[in-house]
């Protein structure tokens, strides 16, 4: 097979986006804009991958790394301006080149490896990735001769009436012949509204010369997306959504209200999972099969296992085994692991501890720095106590072991195997195997005392 290499554009600031943020970086699904372009172009399986950076170029290659090469475009003097950096790196050698926009994140593999399948079977020179659109406003329109033949690309701001009236579309990719690119570019002009260098402007140049011009139109118009500005960035989000969810869907999983799901990019889902409306899941997370998610959950890098519910809480870089049940309105803070058929209940809240086989707590209570054997109940309201204003500290639970409920666990703490906390305690001391623990005052009750009381006297 031919060479292929591919070149990013990525240096263009976005000033439309009136934000701190460089604009391929903003993110759809999960994912910055480039990195969606950076995985799609790495499955074509290039040579060879440059992009081009300018403004923001260190938080650019921070988030690309070592998959590609860099060139800087210093001074933003359009896109053939830009395509001219990748020239030290690329200029003579044999292959196609792929070029690509990085603000156009829902292109997909499928597109891109047909653009160069096509591109090889008409041996053209150039092959522009086209779109029909029903409101071209904004976009390069494809004039066409009276055969069909692709004559040049015109921009908006250049386009005569009855041009700017032609619904195909320039999406803004393409495939080069590598050496005729560089050749090409050399011959560039700014005589154009915008006084820049257009990467457009190469078709004319290639056909005047007697090279095959070619066009591949897409099926999905949605594809050729460019985010330009937030509205641009919202719909790219709804639409990959849509892709996403209708993916998991086709796997298996139910989705109560598609529209009002929220799943990043590279999330697994086992098949028949049931989410409910409003579920957000994000980052590295799996999900097994045959759980329930309900509504307004939230779970973050986590992996959840078969058979578990989540309701209505947030789980965060934790891991949820089988047969565990989470909330409602729990939260798993990073480094929580509740392990299989444990029960994590209303408002508790679980941090860098692990909960064992079997353990319930199930209301009110707060485990941090804390390992919890199997089949422990922790009675509501207690409060592993694992922090003295400076340091973090541990506490162990032993197998079978009963928390009484409003119990305070100063930490550090060894609590022994089948041992007892009576209610109301604050417990400072490790309790051996077999123990009750009880650390408060002895009741007394003081007769007719009550009657001394404000509330009572005014009846």
Do not use: W
């Not at 400076?390 to 100063?410: C, E, H, P, R």
Request: aromatic share 6%; with cysteine; charged share 25%.
């Amino acid at each position: 097979m031919e060479a292929r290499y591919a070149i990013i554009l990525a240096a263009g600031k976005g000033t439309r986006m009136k934000s701190k943020l460089y604009k391929v970086l903003h993110p759809v699904c999960g994912k910055p804009m480039v990195e969606h372009i950076m995985n799609r172009v790495t499955e074509t399986e290039p040579a060879q991958i440059v992009t081009i950076v300018g403004h923001g170029a260190e938080m650019v290659k921070e988030q690309l790394g070592e998959r590609t090469e860099y060139a800087l475009q210093a001074e933003q003097l359009g896109t053939g301006h830009a395509v001219v950096q990748a020239e030290a790196f690329l200029k003579g050698k044999k292959g196609t080149t792929l070029v690509i926009s990085g603000d156009t994140p829902l292109l997909t593999t499928e597109t891109l490896n047909n653009l160069f399948d096509y591109h090889q079977g008409k041996n053209a020179s150039v092959t522009i990735l086209t779109a029909h659109a029903e409101d071209p406003t904004g976009y390069g329109r494809i004039i066409r001769d009276h055969v069909g033949i692709v004559e040049k690309i015109v921009e908006q701001k250049d386009a005569s009436t009855e041009e700017a009236l032609v619904k195909e579309i320039n999406t803004g990719t393409y495939c080069f012949d590598n050496e005729l690119l560089f050749d090409a570019l050399s011959k560039l002009d700014t005589d154009n509204a915008q006084g820049e260098y257009y990467l457009t402007d190469i078709i004319e140049i290639l056909k005047e010369d007697g090279k095959i011009i070619a066009a591949y139109q897409t099926e999905d118009f949605n594809e050729s997306l460019g985010v330009n500005d937030r509205l641009a960035l919202a719909e790219a989000n709804r639409l990959m959504r849509a892709r996403i969810n209708q993916a998991h869907m086709r796997n298996g999983v139910t989705l109560i209200d598609p529209a009002a799901t929220y799943i990043d990019e590279g999330v697994v889902i086992g098949s028949d999972t049931l989410i409910e409306a409003g579920v957000v899941i994000k980052g590295q997370t799996t999900i097994g099969e045959d759980c329930v998610i309900t509504a307004s959950s939230q779970i973050i890098d986590s992996q959840i296992g078969n058979n578990v519910t989540i309701k209505a809480s947030v789980v965060e870089e934790s891991i949820v085994h089988a047969k565990a049940d989470v909330g409602p309105n729990a939260h798993l803070r990073p480094k929580a692991e509740i392990m299989e058929a444990a029960h994590v209940g209303n408002f508790v809240e679980v941090k860098n501890a692990t909960i064992g086989e079997g353990t319930k707590v199930g209301h009110l209570t707060y485990v941090g720095d804390a390992t919890l054997g199997k089949n422990i109940n922790v009675g509501c309201g207690v409060v592993f106590v694992n922090y003295d204003g400076k340091n973090k500290f541990k506490t162990t639970v032993g197998d079978n072991s009963f928390i009484g409920s409003g119990s305070n666990l100063v930490a550090p703490l060894t609590i022994a195997e089948e041992t007892m906390i009576a209610a109301g305690s604050t417990i400072t001391q490790d309790i051996p195997k077999h123990s009750m623990a009880i650390a408060r005052a002895r009741q007394e009750n003081k007769a007719d005392y009550a009657k001394k009381l404000p509330y009572l006297n005014e009846k």
